[in-house]
């Protein structure tokens, strides 16, 4: 159904930009102006056939091979109306959005620059808490934490959006992210996904991309194994600190339901002893997104399944217990590889370090799906249970062992990016100092 704003909008954009190109050299001969003005309207009718298939939901075609990039125009924003313009929709997370889709579709219309790679372009949304942290070491560990993605994003040309605000003041903490996520996706309708990531969890692999493709008739991307959600019935069945959702009106209408059960709805308490009665194991009374998110898998399997993906082959966010003692092995290993073709041992700049990451892919780690046991570096490590701004971490282990951890981790992490600008942490254990890289390390030893 088109909307009642997009019915307003029946004029193709597209004879205005016809409009804006040069006038034509004047030819003597009326044969070339029959041919001319032939292909020029071939090139139209290919023009608007081009717009046919986006994504699976605005049905624009991104087939890089067919179009002529130029790089994206940010400051060519046309006067035609858009949702923008519109002054009953709202970012607040009470007021739903309707037509979605269509509202995404006009814009990249009006838009044509942001067509290219629109299928799998990505926006970043992280955050934490407003205020300062109550351990001594949280808000260094956090900002650490945070510079981890700017660096991930930056190296594969993610936008990231960082929030220490509440978007809504009863939406704290794990529900906070919801607020968060839907106001990125107005603000972002150029971008087809959007990717949460905690706060405490951490890109390990910094070469490592998600399979885009084999997400592609899926709305939603979390870590998960749908035997423990169906048979076993467990609330850590998934992990919701780290998915991807697709930019659109499915994914705003499903975080009108997940957020119906969190702490701005009347009925949240009931939610809480609802999602006890299913989940047994779940270990505190309130209502908790990632067993909200569950509640829906297991009670609306018809409607939610097929357009949620369970990624459980590789570490979409591993558990850091699992992870951190075998980081040691992983720089071992990757070393191997560097020491047996020198192509990965050479210098080169970071705008080009996915070129070499698609050597390694090819040379070394095909079919390793990154999983436990597996060469591959673990993608994200998601450090549950620890808090590190507040310190008051699981019970089940010492805060020592959680803030050891994470210099651990971040400083593995921090090797893949500052290995190319010459510099290394020799010790994972330490910060710093940091020492020079010799000109063929690791073939050529300190």
Avoid at 10 to 35: E, H, N, W
Avoid at 160 to 170: D, E, R
Avoid at 331 to 356: F, G, I, N, P, W
Wanted: proline share 7%.
């Amino acid at each position: 159904m088109v909307s009642s704003e997009a019915s307003h909008y029946q004029s193709s954009p597209m004879a205005k930009y016809a409009g804006a190109r040069t006038r034509p050299v004047i030819c003597v001969s009326d044969v070339v102006l029959f041919l001319g003005g032939a292909f020029m309207s071939l090139l139209l009718v290919w023009s608007f056939f081009s717009f046919s298939s986006l994504s699976p939901n605005l049905g624009v075609n991104t087939d890089e091979s067919t179009k002529c990039y130029r790089g994206t125009d940010m400051r060519y924003d046309p006067p035609d109306p858009v949702f923008y313009d519109d002054p009953d929709l709202s970012y607040i997370i009470e007021k739903p959005v309707k037509g979605w889709d269509e509202k995404r579709r006009r814009w990249l219309e009006l838009h044509p620059s942001f067509i290219h790679g629109a299928e799998n372009r990505t926006v970043m949304v992280t955050g934490s808490q407003s205020g300062p942290c109550k351990n001594p070491i949280g808000d260094h560990l956090l900002l650490r934490f945070f510079k981890n993605k700017v660096d991930y994003c930056r190296i594969h040309g993610h936008d990231i959006f960082y929030s220490n605000a509440l978007l809504h003041p009863k939406m704290n903490s794990y529900w906070a992210k919801l607020p968060a996520v839907k106001s990125a996706m107005i603000a972002h309708p150029e971008a087809e996904w959007i990717w949460w990531v905690d706060s405490d969890a951490l890109f390990t692999d910094m070469d490592f991309t998600p399979p885009f493709h084999r997400y592609r008739n899926h709305n939603l991307v979390v870590h998960g194994w749908p035997g423990v959600v169906y048979d076993e019935r467990s609330w850590t069945a998934l992990n919701a600190g780290v998915f991807l959702i697709r930019n659109c009106q499915w994914s705003m209408e499903l975080i009108d339901t997940w957020t119906s059960m969190g702490p701005k709805s009347p009925e949240y308490a009931k939610w809480g002893q609802i999602q006890r009665s299913i989940f047994k194991d779940k270990l505190f009374p309130e209502s908790d997104d990632q067993t909200a998110l569950l509640y829906l898998l297991f009670k609306h399997r018809e409607v939610y399944y097929p357009k949620i993906y369970l990624e459980g082959d590789y570490y979409f966010e591993g558990y850091w217990l699992e992870i951190v003692p075998g980081l040691g092995n992983f720089t071992d290993r990757y070393l191997e590889m560097e020491r047996e073709d020198a192509t990965l041992r050479r210098r080169h700049a970071e705008k080009v370090s996915e070129r070499y990451a698609a050597f390694r892919e090819e040379r070394f780690l095909r079919g390793e799906r990154g999983g436990k046991g597996s060469l591959r570096r673990p993608f994200v490590t998601h450090f549950t249970g620890c808090q590190p701004c507040s310190g008051d971490h699981n019970k089940m282990y010492d805060g020592d062992t959680c803030w050891n951890g994470m210099i651990k981790a971040i400083n593995f992490a921090d090797n893949q990016v500052m290995r190319r600008y010459g510099f290394v942490h020799s010790d994972l254990g330490k910060t710093s100092p940091l020492q020079p890289v010799p000109f063929d390390y690791p073939d050529e030893p300190w």
